[in-house]
Structures are given as structure tokens and as C-alpha cells.
Nanobody
Framework: QVQLVESGGGLVQPGGSLRLSCAAS????????MGWYRQAPGKQRELVAT???????NDADSVKGRFTASRDNAKNTVYLQMNSLKPEDTAVYYC?????????????????WGQGTQVTVSS
């Protein structure tokens, strides 16, 4: 069973910063791509930022220059540094992982999601 555990959400004022973290199960040797999606009330889930194991990133236009995804491959952990936060960034943020190689040697191309963490930007 693959688990993604998120942390770091909360309430912040406009212009503030938050850092999200997401750690994957210890049973995983390698993850090809990890990233973050978000879903605001009444809206569809949307991509925020992804990062491959080699460090290639893909950021949504709405967060470019403000959010930065990074990862620690040894810890199977992905981070999202969010700066200059705006009220429209308010959403539940979900960690995502795909392309998993387990220590057993098996490969899993399924999509895995964290439980979500709330980010609220408000004065």
C-alpha cells in the first residue's frame, strides 16, 4: 500500500509564505514524478507544479515566479515553497506521485494521491 503523507498547510495572510511537504512510503525505491495539485471550492482539481526525479519542473502559469517545487529523492519527499500568496491560492492542496519502483523490484505506473492539506490565504 502506497501512502503519501502531507504537511505544512494552514492560514496565512496575503503576501505571506508557506512550505508544504509530502513524504511517500518507505517501501518505495524510486518515484519518477511527484507534484502538487489543488482544488478550490466549486472548481476542478488543477495542476500546481510537478517535478521529475531528474529535477525537471512544470509549473502552472498562475504560480510561476511564486511557487517552487523541489524534492529529496533519497527521502521520496516533495516540497512546495509558496511565496507571495494570494487569496486566489486558497484551496486544498494534494500531493501526487506516479511511476513507482518498489524495493521488491515491481514497477507501478498508477497514480497516487495524498489526503490533502488546506491552504487558506486571508487577512
Amino acid at each position: 500500500q502506497v501512502q503519501l503523507v502531507e504537511s505544512g498547510g494552514g492560514l496565512v495572510q496575503p503576501g505571506g509564505s508557506l512550505r508544504l511537504s509530502c513524504a511517500a512510503s518507505r517501501s518505495i525505491l524510486y518515484i519518477y514524478i511527484m507534484g502538487w495539485y489543488r482544488q478550490a471550492p466549486g472548481k476542478q482539481r488543477e495542476l500546481v507544479a510537478t517535478i521529475t526525479s531528474s529535477g525537471t519542473t512544470n509549473d502552472a502559469d498562475s504560480v510561476k515566479g511564486r511557487f517552487t517545487a523541489s524534492r529529496d529523492n533519497a527521502k521520496n519527499t516533495v516540497y512546495l515553497q509558496m511565496n507571495s500568496l494570494k487569496p486566489e491560492d486558497t484551496a486544498v492542496y494534494y500531493c501526487h506521485a506516479s511511476g513507482l519502483r518498489h524495493y521488491s523490484g515491481s514497477y507501478d505506473d498508477g497514480d497516487y494521491w495524498g489526503q490533502g492539506t488546506q491552504v487558506t490565504v486571508s487577512s
